[in-house]
T-cell receptor
Framework: GDSVTQMEGPVTLSEEAFLTINCTYT??????LFWYVQYPGEGLQLLLK?????DKGSNKGFEATYRKETTSFHLEKGSVQVSDSAVYFC???FGGGSTLGRLYFGRGTQLTVWP | GAGVSQSPSNKVTEKGKDVELRCDPI?????LYWYRQSLGQGLEFLIY????????KSGLPSDRFSAERTGGSVSTLTIQRTQQEDSAVYLC?????????????FGPGTRLTVL
């Protein structure tokens, strides 16, 4: 079935380090791909998205490229800050069919950034 | 404007009791989703409403779970005869429409603990 697999955490980095969180997906169609973030004590919020192959989503210094050939959507940031400490979720959804709109989430990756 | 709100924020109940969880979506959002976040299962889809109809309720884990939406606005998720495995954070999200380009805005969640 349709699913998302993301790297297990926790990930611990020093400030200004490079971040990669891997995400791969299995889907029968052509999904849109998302990264959501959950900061401590806050609700889930959309970080970035890409709706078709080779699209790059970006926001707050984070980037992810929709790679259809490798079914991947890895999250990257060149220089993390303490304020990036949060749980990051990779997700997909479809624009049509019986599962229209519902999000399929990965298990989440806890990121902690130390000063 | 106001975001998605959920009530109560915390609910502790005894096994076998019924509970009702409420979601107030963003005004004008026609699509509404319920998800469940638990340690063992991650983030799972439960049900999707478009207006007052639920075209996708495939994620409801058992017939003890039901949901309704009235006036195209407020939604209530009801769990009958609660079990300990129902303990989780229940998240509600709303969006302008069900399509993958419609961002889903999440509420803060209701933490349900079944003793």
């Amino acid at each position: 079935g349709d699913s998302v697999t993301q790297m297990e955490g926790p990930v611990t980095l020093s400030e200004e380090a490079f971040l990669t969180i891997n995400c791969t997906y299995t889907a029968t169609g052509y999904p849109s791909l998302f990264w959501y973030v959950q900061y401590p004590g806050e609700g889930l919020q959309l970080l970035l998205k890409a709706t078709k192959a080779d699209d790059k989503g970006s926001n707050k210094g984070f980037e992810a490229t929709y790679r259809k050939e490798t079914t991947s959507f890895h999250l990257e940031k060149g220089s993390v800050q303490v304020s990036d400490s949060a749980v990051y979720f990779c997700a997909l959804s479809f624009g049509g069919g019986s599962t229209l709109g519902r999000l399929y989430f990965g298990r989440g990756t806890q990121l902690t950034v130390w000063p | 404007g106001a975001g998605v709100s959920q009530s109560p924020s915390n609910k502790v109940t005894e096994k076998g009791k019924d509970v009702e969880l409420r979601c107030d979506p963003i005004s004008g959002h026609t699509a509404l989703y319920w998800y469940r976040q638990s340690l063992g299962q991650g983030l799972e889809f439960l049900i999707y409403f478009q207006g007052n109809s639920a075209p996708d309720k495939s994620g409801l884990p058992s017939d003890r779970f039901s949901a309704e939406r009235t006036g195209g606005s407020v939604s209530t998720l009801t769990i009958q005869r609660t079990q300990q495995e129902d303990s989780a954070v229940y998240l509600c999200a709303s969006s302008l429409g069900p399509f993958s380009y419609n961002e889903q805005f999440f509420g803060p969640g209701t933490r349900l603990t079944v003793l």
